[in-house]
């Protein structure tokens, strides 16, 4: 772990229970006067805090220092993700968060299951994990979208991954939002929406599964 998530540090005066107790004393085995690095995610701030009280059920420390810190890549990337199976994105989310995906919004598209149902704070929880692991200093923004029209609107400088003789790596400076497609792909009344100088696709004859199109995407453009 790169630091520990508390959304209350940055207080003088820091107490854990339940979750961070049992992770920092129980498993890391944290005792008296060891030094911990917390984030809440919410600033760009890193803070140092000192152990200071244990008993059975909490713990509490003293803040030593503050300092922002940015930890964040460079270059922004803002996914549009044709909703899939959730435990699929639950699988697949932590690793674009680790690339430095900026945002994704899941869009229900035409061939998206309606009944598929996106489980933001379960989503967050993960992401929090994630950044704790790779040193980010926020996660991903998440949002929903009805459909991929509605999407659009709002983003109207949106590529779209599809069958194309134009090559995602030719365009991956000027990609800053991209729309990939559910299982299934595009539905032919989406596909003529779309701006055809907007599309890319891989130099590839296979058809990719959606988070291996998304993965691999994103590394490209980003990484």
């Given at each position: 772990?790169?630091?520990?998530?508390?959304?209350?540090?940055?207080?003088?005066?820091?107490?854990?229970?339940?979750?961070?107790?049992?992770?920092?004393?129980?498993?890391?085995?944290?005792?008296i006067?060891?030094?911990?690095?917390?984030?809440?995610?919410?600033?760009?701030?890193?803070?140092?805090?000192?152990?200071?009280?244990i008993?059975?059920?909490?713990?509490?420390?003293?803040?030593?220092?503050?300092?922002?810190?940015?930890?964040?890549?460079?270059?922004?990337?803002?996914?549009?993700?044709?909703?899939?199976?959730?435990?699929?994105?639950?699988?697949?989310?932590?690793?674009?968060?680790?690339?430095?995906?900026?945002?994704?919004?899941?869009?229900?598209?035409?061939?998206?299951?309606?009944?598929?149902?996106?489980?933001?704070?379960?989503?967050?929880?993960?992401?929090?994990?994630?950044?704790?692991?790779?040193?980010?200093?926020?996660?991903?923004?998440?949002?929903?979208?009805?459909?991929?029209?509605?999407?659009?609107?709002?983003?109207?400088?949106?590529?779209?991954?599809?069958?194309?003789?134009?090559?995602?790596?030719?365009?991956?400076?000027?990609?800053?939002?991209?729309?990939?497609?559910?299982?299934?792909?595009?539905?032919?009344?989406?596909?003529?929406?779309?701006?055809?100088?907007?599309?890319?696709?891989?130099?590839?004859?296979?058809?990719?599964r959606?988070?291996?199109?998304?993965?691999?995407?994103?590394s490209?453009?980003?990484?």
């Amino acid at each position: 772990m790169q630091f520990t998530y508390d959304e209350f540090c940055g207080s003088e005066i820091l107490e854990i229970k339940d979750e961070v107790y049992n992770y920092l004393i129980k498993a890391r085995r944290h005792k008296i006067d060891d030094e911990i690095y917390f984030r809440n995610l919410k600033d760009n701030n890193i803070y140092l805090y000192k152990l200071n009280f244990i008993d059975k059920k909490k713990a509490a420390l003293n803040l030593i220092s503050s300092e922002e810190k940015i930890v964040l890549n460079d270059n922004k990337l803002h996914l549009g993700w044709c909703v899939v199976d959730p435990k699929t994105i639950e699988k697949y989310i932590a690793s674009l968060n680790e690339m430095g995906v900026d945002k994704i919004t899941f869009i229900y598209a035409d061939f998206s299951q309606k009944n598929f149902k996106i489980n933001i704070e379960k989503l967050e929880k993960i992401l929090i994990n994630s950044s704790s692991q790779c040193g980010r200093s926020n996660i991903i923004k998440l949002e929903t979208c009805k459909n991929l029209e509605e999407f659009m609107k709002k983003n109207s400088d949106a590529y779209f991954l599809d069958f194309s003789k134009v090559c995602i790596e030719y365009k991956k400076n000027e990609i800053k939002t991209l729309v990939v497609g559910c299982e299934g792909g595009f539905s032919k009344n989406e596909r003529e929406k779309f701006n055809k100088d907007f599309i890319v696709g891989f130099n590839s004859n296979l058809i990719l599964r959606s988070e291996t199109a998304l993965i691999s995407a994103s590394s490209k453009i980003i990484l």
